[in-house]
Antibody, heavy 130, light 107 residues
Framework: QITLKESGPTLVKPTQTLTLTCTFS??????????VGWIRQPPGKALEWLAL???????RYSPSLKSRLTITKDTSKNQVVLTMTNMVPVDTATYYC??????????????????????WGQGTLVTVSS | DIQMTQSPSSLSASVGDRITITCRAS??????LNWYQQVPRKAPKLLIY???SLQSGVPSRFSGSGSGTDFTLTINSLQPEDFATYYC?????????FGQGTKVEIK
């Protein structure tokens, strides 16, 4: 059974750095095709993908936030950490940790570059306010 | 970035109805399209991947179709637990982008 859980501060001040930890179980981040990422959702708004780290330590970032984001993994601890610098009020959102699966076969065809987010953490609301 | 546009933004329907939600990509994404369901105050849940493949455990009343730029999510015989917000997401190229969501409400 795959589970993911986010942890970190619920309130940060403007200009501070946010550090979120995703602790997961039920899979290994050293398994080929597996990734762990972060997606956020401002209150009442749509989902926004932020970052993803793969089993081979390859990393992807949202270009609009790349300069502020760092994602790392600790395979031995089953954890992924996201840091976001220079927080501002518009960064107020629920932050989700997600399990990503890269590459799949369906309908008789295989798609090595396709991926989806098939397991989500419960999310953690982070408010940016002074 | 690939822009994903869903329509309608919201719809009202009754239990037992058949509904269709449309998602359009700003460029061709082949069939690299996923659908998620989010009930209020819960995390999204994967329903369909690769445009038409049903995720394990998802009821067969959900179906997806499309390729290229135009995609649809259909729910046959809407159930009370289906009233939620639905998002499409492209996995063709990063940044992986979502549609703005379609809220399905009870009529």
């Amino acid at each position: 059974q795959i589970t993911l859980k986010e942890s970190g501060p619920t309130l940060v001040k403007p200009t501070q750095t946010l550090t979120l930890t995703c602790t997961f179980s039920g899979f290994s981040l050293s398994t080929s095709g597996v990734g762990v990422g972060w997606i956020r959702q401002p209150p009442g708004k749509a989902l926004e993908w932020l970052a993803l780290i793969y089993w081979n330590d390859d990393k992807r970032y949202s270009p609009s936030l790349k300069s502020r984001l760092t994602i790392t993994k600790d395979t031995s601890k089953n954890q992924v950490v996201l840091t976001m610098t220079n927080m501002v009020p518009v960064d107020t959102a629920t932050y989700y940790c997600v399990h990503g699966r890269l590459g799949y076969c369906t309908g008789g065809s295989c798609y090595p570059d396709g991926q989806y987010f098939d397991y989500w953490g419960q999310g953690t609301l982070v408010t940016v306010s002074s | 970035d690939i822009q994903m546009t869903q329509s309608p933004s919201s719809l009202s329907a009754s239990v037992g109805d058949r509904i269709t939600i449309t998602c359009r990509a700003s460029q061709s994404i082949s069939n690299y399209l996923n659908w998620y369901q989010q009930v209020p105050r819960k995390a999204p849940k994967l329903l369909i991947y690769a445009a038409s493949s049903l995720q394990s455990g998802v009821p067969s009343r959900f179906s997806g179709s499309g390729s290229g730029t135009d995609f649809t999510l259909t729910i046959n015989s809407l159930q009370p637990e289906d009233f939620a917000t639905y998002y499409c997401q492209q996995s063709y190229s990063p940044p992986w982008t979502f549609g703005q969501g379609t809220k399905v409400e009870i009529k």
